[in-house]
Structures are given as C-alpha cells and as structure tokens.
C-alpha cells in the first residue's frame, strides 16, 4: 500500500475520525485506525470504539492499494506536527513509512484482520435532515440525559420519527427535555441512541467541511448510520423501551409567566454562587404580581435578585437545583420565554411564549420555609 495527499487533507480526516478511537478499551486494535486503499485511488479512514464507528473517504494520488493498521495517537500526532506539504506514505513489511519535507518516520503498524468489521452499509429506512437542525437539536436535548451507565435506556436520546414529525427527547429523571422540528419525510420509527455517541455526531457535522446542508440518517435494527458525503457514522442503538415522556409532560398549568431569557439566566447564575453542591445547587424562586424574587443562602452569606416578570396566576414559592435550570436556559435562543408552574411540588415548565419547539420540564427542590 502506498499514497501521497496533503498534509493538511490528512489532518481533516484524523480529526473526523479520531472521535471513534478510544484509550478506555482492553482490546488494543481499537487504539488504531484502519488504512486502506482502493483500485480506484481513494483512501478510507476507519475507527470504532464499538458503539460509534466513523469512516471518512477521500481521493489521493500515487497509490497502490493495501491496507495497514496504525496507532491513532501517534499517528495523529505525527501528522499533524508535520509541515504543510506533500506526505508520501508507504506500507513495508507491516511498518508505516511517512515521508514529508525533511522528515521521515517508521511506525509500527497491525494487521486490517484484526480491526472490527464495521460493515458501513446502507440498509434501513432512510430520512434526509437539514445539518443545522439536527446539530441543534442535539445541543437541546442530550444534556438532560443521564451520565450513570447503570441508568440503561436514560443514558440514551429518543429519536422519534411520525407523521411529519422529528422529535428528539432526553431526561435523567430530575429534568426532561423535548426538541421537536416539522419536516417531510415518510418515515415511522422511535429509536434511542447513546447521549455521548450522537454528541460525537454532532462534532463530526460542525467539522464535516462540505457545502451540501443536508445529512442522510438511515435507520436499521440494531444501528443507524449519519452520512455527510463521504462522511459515515455507525452508532449502536439502545434496545429497550423509552420511558412514556408525553405523560409526564403536564397537561395544564395553574401559573404561567413570561419573561426574558437572559435576565432570568444573569440572575440565577449570580444567586447560585452561593447554591452549594451539597445542598442540590438550591435557589429559591418567589413569584409575585410583576416580580421573581430569587434568593439562595449558605455560611458564606446570602443574595438576592429581582426580575421582572408579567403573571398568570396566584403567587408562588418554589425551589430548584440551580444547575438545571441554567442548563435549559443556556441552549434555548429566544429571548422571552414562558414558564409554567402548578404547585410548589409540581414541575416547572419552560416553552416558548408561541408553539412547542421545545419544553423544559424540571423537578423543584422541596424547601423548608415558605
């Protein structure tokens, strides 16, 4: 196997798919990537880490074809410190030759037999997405899944394909939430992801440096595969059951408020300086006629703010974990919202004032004084 490409051709394909190979495994060949050339002079990069397997083609020049197994970290770092110019690179005798410039080097290299089989094909259903949309989608929804491996089905993100309707859903059981889009499509199927592998996709679709604006998901049974030209990502989905999130959203609301995004966000992220860990990140929230009183207190002293508000409603006193909260309000961009209340041991809603783009639901802490 030989090829020469540029340097800086090799670096965009190491940094696609980079974010498959893993240092967290016991089975070495998956520390590597997998080289390999064609009879027709394209060159694909593979890794996996078992759950997400990403490979990226793309043509190169003076080529035999062959294939070669090298370390990703040292490989990575070899190419990327070398000079912006041609690298000729040549398999001999299972080692990998670099050439660029002035430098040469000698890597050590593992047999492609050993390396998982990826099998990129394109069965399944297929549905077209618009690259944007599902790269915010993404940002809306995975962190409010659950980081506890042990959760099962939580640690995942619901995909939730109907009737011209693209819904992403995410929750850990203290927070949930929605991201819904409108789109043409003939496609019917709830599937459930891994939140940490489709935010890798989401990295891969900011990085994928190509003009069409649209990304193919093609749904299987046990995996789905997002292509962006010659960009592939095979994630493995979750077999189980999502939880029935329609009927925890509340169907009514005793309280609703409108306000802005942004003060309500300045403010809580000031008054949880003092929203110790230890103590859930509390902060507690006062609605009155035209105000939101929010306070928080622990040894170190206490804080106050006051944001304006306009109410639906009878006044009301709630806590809540700060950090949930700020999270929600982080990822949504306009700048009034609602917020829906019942009772000071019901959940909180957060929407927009028009539609259902999205819907924030979190769990109030129980507070001691009224």
Do not use: H, W
């Not at 590597?32 to 759950?51: A, C, N, Y």
């Not at 929407?351 to 259902?356: A, F, H, Y």
């Amino acid at each position: 196997m030989k090829f020469s490409c540029s340097q800086s051709t090799l670096v965009k394909a190491l940094n696609i798919v980079s974010k498959a190979v893993t240092s967290r495994t016991t089975i070495p060949i998956l520390k590597g990537i997998l080289i390999k050339v064609d009879e027709e002079g394209f060159i694909t990069m593979s890794s996996s880490d078992l759950d997400i397997s990403i490979e990226d083609k793309f043509e190169v020049v003076d080529f035999e074809p062959g294939e070669i197994v090298v370390q990703a970290k040292l490989f990575g770092d070899i190419i990327r410190k070398l000079p912006s110019d041609i690298v000729y690179i040549e398999e001999k005798d299972g080692n990998l030759l670099i050439n660029c410039s002035n430098s040469e080097f000698n890597i050590v290299g593992s047999p492609s037999d050993e390396f998982p089989n990826i099998n990129l094909g394109d069965e399944g259903k297929k549905l077209t997405l618009n690259k944007e949309i599902l790269k915010n989608m993404i940002r809306k929804t995975t962190f409010a899944a659950s980081v506890d491996e042990s959760r099962g089905v939580i640690t995942g993100v619901l995909l939730e394909i109907k009737n011209d309707q693209f819904n992403m859903v995410a929750l850990d059981g203290f927070r949930m939430a929605v991201a819904r889009e409108y789109i043409n499509n003939e496609v019917e199927k709830n599937v459930i992801i891994p939140a940490r592998t489709i935010n890798e996709v989401a990295k891969i679709i900011a990085e994928a440096e190509t003009e069409n604006e649209e990304v193919d998901l093609i749904i299987g049974e046990k995996r789905a595969i997002f292509v962006i030209d010659n960009i592939k990502a095979v994630v493995r989905l979750l077999d189980e059951e999502y939880v029935k999130y329609n009927d925890i959203l509340p169907k009514e609301s005793q309280i609703r408020i409108v306000l802005n995004r942004t003060d309500l966000m300045n403010a809580i992220e000031r008054a949880s300086l003092f929203a110790k860990v230890g103590k859930n990140n509390l902060i507690r929230l006062e609605l009155n006629e035209n105000e939101m009183e929010i306070t928080s207190k622990s040894e170190e002293g206490n804080v106050k703010e006051d944001v304006f508000i306009s109410k639906e409603g009878k006044d009301l006193v709630i806590g809540f974990n700060s950090k949930y909260l700020l999270d929600s309000l982080k990822v949504i961009d306009e700048e009034n919202i609602s917020l829906l209340f019942n009772t000071p041991v019901s959940p909180c809603l957060i929407r927009p004032i028009e539609g259902n783009e999205y819907e924030y639901l979190i769990l109030p802490v129980r507070i001691t004084n009224g």
